[in-house]
């Protein structure tokens, strides 16, 4: 059984280097934040599985094959009539990139409470929550409250990112799903300054680990980008500085693969503070490609920079 579960949506990605009225050819991927950690851990040795659903379009076969061909169990994927999200990332100006969505409806936005095995939850070590679950749809946002009650009536430890994305709701709306999802989240893995300021009105990420730990987190680790992490725990503070690459090319799904390697060292009984180290490495590594997942590197590189870096 699946040490981490993460639950949210996926969807198929088609990216241009162009923008997308001039672009003659796109080339077809997935991603999802939910299913890039999984992603992450995975590549590193954690048996994951995907809470989600997924349409009988004719994107699930590719989506299905592509999530199982990295470890991921599937099993507990709701297959359902209905379509699949999709959407498009394409170059503009000077490498600028320019996001083009359509989600809205998709399979795993009917998400709902009756979707979840609570035996299947149980058995796991982790259960990851994405904020953009939360986001995509009233279902699909009751249906993470569930799972993460289930977790923690099965003493299941329950890891959290909120993820704000304005453009699927307002900064009022992810701050009240936040609120009543954080006394059940036991790890909390939000991104600063910015997205802790607006989304709690924290203005450092010392305010913003105070904030989530009074909700009852035990451990917190605010992701600061070029600034590295600022980790939170009973053990104490620390921030782990980022670990810098030559040249950087996309950095997108940067904080997905932070999040999964820091959840797979935690399975592996690591340190936090070690565990936090080997995230940074993981999302340090991922910015040298494109891509969310075809960009994670290969468990070898990571333990070779880690041991290098140390």
Partial sequence: MPDILSLGECMVEFFAEEPLAEAQKLQKAFAGDALNLLAA?????????????????PFQPFLL??????????????????????YFISIYGQGEREFTYYRVGSAPSTMTPEDLDPDYIAQARVLHISGIAQAISESARATALAAA????????????????????????EARAAAEELLPFVDIALPSGPEESERLFGCASAEETAKYLHGFGAYAVAVKLGEAGVYLSTQDGTRTVPAFAVPHVVDTTGAGDAFDGAFLHGLVENMPPLAAARLGVVMAGLKVRGRGAIASLPRKEEVEAALTAWN
Wanted: glycine share 12%; net charge positive; aromatic share 6%.
């Fill in 149 to 172: 009650r289930i977790a923690n009536e099965k003493h299941v430890c329950v890891a959290y990112d909120p993820n704000l994305r304005s453009a699927l709701w307002s900064v009022a």
């Fill in 65 to 86: 094959n592509g999530w199982q061909s990295l470890g991921i169990d599937t099993s507990h994927v709701k297959r359902v009539a209905g379509r699949n999200g999709i």
């Fill in 41 to 57: 851990a995975s590549r590193l040795g954690s048996s994951c599985g995907f809470l989600s659903r997924v349409g009988n379009d």
